[in-house]
């Protein structure tokens, strides 16, 4: 029988015989001997979770069992809801050990070794079972298969499915170091007897000392019962051991809201491009506007030395008049009214919606006039617009006329419906600064399909030379006054270098990688954040299925503005740094709803540079702030 075979068939055997577990139980007991003691270790702030631990042992289909709850020193609020439950059911045991203080990781683990070491040493059932407070039982039947693998298999260790952090362990082969530590075993008495629970933390292991006594123990026999028998959860008001050596490690690094990442292939790139000598505007700045409006959909880019500058260089193009009004949103960066205000150009400020401030677009058909030539909407956060609901009302009352810019420097990769939102617009500007997706170092870009006006853009990206797609080298060729500058439209310098967009190559080669990255951390944040959400501590950005990549910033929404205040500087006392997008563009009298968000809201850390171990750091804290603070 193959090992699949004989994982379904012990599988079957158990679920076929376990109804019948408590019955045999008493049949076959002759001593006082229990069959199971659940041993876990307890302090204080766990209790919410503790009493979530004993309703699933309550539940357990078995009853042949005792739960030790053990604390380090005493924990009084334990202490007398154990006293109240086992006054009913004297299976709820509670054990005050000698308080040690723990004030580093290290020193924790060794007490928490010794704790159960002690339950080891104490008590006398036929096996063992940790379980920390935070696990959630989600099997009935759970310990009577335990009881019936006893019986039948006469294994010394068995071994059940844990669900963590949506990864299923144990990993086979479970020699991989560390993928037990988070697993479920089960051990016999003997093997207590025979085997000391570690009670020192080796420093210059990363393992637990769960992992340390498996190591210890899995020489014996053992079985794997293919079941899931828990989940471990992240409904809990307390810091784990976990935490705490996060927070160590993390020590004394600021995390960041955003990050950028390179590698040799960047400066590889750089170098080629300096040894070239050919650093200013060139060859390689038009490679990364061909394979960039090739990536999105667009015909034809300029690229400039910033977005700011793309969206003047943009404006100018199309030729605004004073008289002319542009609509845009309260949430938006003030330097677009920077520009704006430069040209001589009338605004007009549309108020936004309330958990994804975006333009309401209510608000902006108000606010449409004759004079109306431009809306320039921004997906905030990455979140798009709804901009479809617009074109579809501008068709309906004639005004195919007014330009749409999107100013995709929140959502230069955002899909709706499997397709980029930007093609939705006439123009998209997008943002390669060292706070981005893509970044190379500063830069923007201006994508659109229509030629002419892409022409006059690459024409006032550059001095406002006409024909600037051809360099003095390559007028050289020819028998002309290549050294004469020609027609010009007066202008400045704001194209991209090729020493940016060499980077800017290489960087879109990777994008996808990187948001593959962002995407996984935006999941942990929805996953582990949950029960902040149903305790209604905080607001999260709406989920849609539709819509892909829109993870440029990822915001909580809180009660008011002083809790905002008040979690923002505790997390940078926690060397976790947060920020607030954008101060609105408009007075609360006209936009209420941009200076309630502006108030309420928080951006975490998101960026591809985290790792889960970061992530849970960041949630840890959040949940001291809320649960502990």
């Known amino acids: 029988m193959n090992l699949s075979r004989t994982k379904q068939y012990t599988k079957n055997k158990l679920i076929l015989l376990h109804p019948a577990s408590n019955l045999i139980s008493k049949f076959i007991k002759n001593s006082d001997e229990v069959f199971l003691c659940v041993i876990t270790p307890v302090y204080e702030p766990a209790l ?18 005792i739960h030790v709850m053990i604390s380090n020193g005493a924990s009084p609020q334990i202490e007398e809801y154990v006293k109240k439950i086992s006054a009913d059911d004297p299976r709820f045991v509670y054990v005050a050990s000698k308080y040690v203080p723990t004030p580093d990781f290290a020193s924790l683990m060794s007490n928490l070794g010794s704790r159960r070491d002690y339950c080891l040493r104490t008590y006398n059932p036929k096996r063992f079972l940790f379980l920390d407070a935070d696990m959630h039982i989600v099997d009935n039947n759970y310990f009577s298969k335990l009881f019936f693998a006893h019986q039948v298999y006469k294994k010394d260790i068995f071994v059940t499915n844990c669900k963590y952090h949506g990864t299923l362990l144990p990993i086979h082969p479970v020699g ?3 993928s037990i530590q988070v697993s479920n075993y089960c051990f016999t008495n003997e093997i207590a007897r025979k085997h000391r629970y570690p009670i020192k933390y080796d420093t210059k292991k990363v393992q637990g000392n769960d992992w340390v006594y498996w190591k210890k123990i899995n020489k014996n026999s053992i079985i794997y019962l293919d079941f899931l028998a828990t989940i471990e959860g992240d409904d809990r008001g307390y810091k784990r051991a976990s935490d705490i050596r996060h927070e160590e490690n993390i020590g004394k690094e600021l995390i960041s809201v955003f990050g950028n990442s390179f590698d040799n292939t960047e400066i590889e790139k750089v170098n ?15 490679e990364f506007e061909l394979m960039f409006s090739s990536y999105i959909g667009f015909r034809h880019a300029v690229a400039t030395n910033s977005c700011t500058n793309a969206l003047w260089v943009l404006l100018n193009a199309l030729n605004l008049k004073s008289s002319d009004e542009v609509i845009l949103p309260s949430i938006h960066f003030f330097g677009i009214v920077n520009i704006l205000k430069l040209l001589n150009i009338k605004y007009k400020v549309a108020e936004v919606d309330s958990i994804v401030p975006n333009m309401n677009i209510e608000s902006c058909v108000a606010l449409i006039t004759k004079n109306t030539k431009a809306i320039i909407t921004l997906d905030y956060g990455g979140n798009p617009f709804v901009v479809k609901k617009l074109k579809t009302y501008l068709k309906k009352i004639g005004r195919q006329d007014i330009v749409l810019i999107l100013d995709a420097a929140n959502s230069p990769f955002t899909k709706l419906n499997n397709k980029f939102i930007a093609k939705e617009y006439d123009y998209a500007l997008y943002s390669f600064d060292m706070n981005k997706t893509l970044v190379t170092g500063e830069g923007g870009m201006i994508l659109s399909s229509d030629r002419e006006i892409m022409e006059r853009c690459r024409s006032l ?14 007028k050289s060729s020819a028998n002309v006054e290549w050294w004469l500058v020609g027609d010009t439209s007066p202008s400045l310098k704001l194209a991209m270098n090729n020493i940016s967009a060499g980077i800017g190559l290489v960087q879109l080669r990777k994008v996808n990688n990187i948001l593959i990255v962002r995407d996984r951390i935006v999941k942990k944040y929805y996953r582990k954040l949950q029960q902040l959400i149903k305790d209604g501590h905080i ?25 905002r205040n008040d979690l923002a500087n505790f997390m940078i006392s926690k060397n976790i740094y947060t920020t607030v997008k954008y ?21 975490i850390p998101l960026n591809q540079n985290m790792d889960e171990p970061i992530v849970d750091y960041i949630v840890s804290q959040l949940l001291e702030f809320f649960y502990e603070g």
């Open 539 to 563: 607001m999260l950005p709406p989920k849609n299925d539709n819509v892909k990549n829109a993870n440029y910033l990822f915001w909580l929404l809180v009660k008011d503005k002083k809790t």
């Open 461 to 474: 990206s550059y001095y406002g030379i006409i024909g600037k797609s051809k360099s003095g080298f390559s």
């Open 583 to 603: 101060e609105p563009l408009a007075s609360k009298k006209y936009t209420p709803n941009a200076w309630a968000f502006f108030d309420k809201s928080i951006c």
């Open 272 to 286: 080629e491009v300096l040894q070239s000598h050919l650093v200013g505007y060139g060859r390689v700045v038009t």
């Open 176 to 178: 991989i170091e560390g």
């Open 48 to 65: 919410s979770s503790v009493k979530k631990l004993v309703k699933d042992l309550k539940n357990q289909s078995y009853t042949d069992y």
